[in-house]
């Protein structure tokens, strides 16, 4: 079993920063694919930005040249940095990451609790 903790959310006004940082723990034998997705209230979860174990990342058009996404995989650790911050980035921020427990077990997907943020004047 496989667990993500995040921090790093929270108010902040448009135009500012935050860094939100993702950590798994538990049995895990290797970490492929790391992402953090959002959901906002009445709406779908959807794709925020992904990276690959070997650094490939992927985003979504909404935050491109905004958020930067990066791991650290000695911590098993993914991060978000999201830089000029709009009202409609207000969501709940989920961390999400493909695992295997061992090698004979393929990839499963695991998710974390989700942190808020508010992005207000």
């Known amino acids: 079993q496989v667990r993500l903790v995040e921090s790093g959310g929270g108010l902040v006004q448009p135009g500012g920063s935050l860094r939100l940082s993702c950590a798994a723990s538990g049995s895990i034998f290797s970490l492929n694919v790391m992402g953090w997705y959002r959901q906002a209230p009445g709406e779908q979860r959807e794709l925020v930005a992904t990276i690959a174990s070997g650094g490939d990342t992927n985003y979504a058009e909404a935050v491109k040249g905004r958020f930067t996404i990066s791991r650290d995989n000695a911590k098993n650790t993914v991060y978000l940095q999201m830089n000029s911050l709009k009202p409609e980035d207000t969501a709940v921020y989920y961390c999400?990451?493909?695992?295997?427990?061992?090698?004979?077990?393929?990839?499963?997907?695991?998710w974390g609790q989700g942190t808020q943020v508010t992005v207000s004047s």
């Open positions: 999400n990451c493909y695992a295997r427990g061992n090698i004979y077990q393929g990839p499963k997907a695991y």
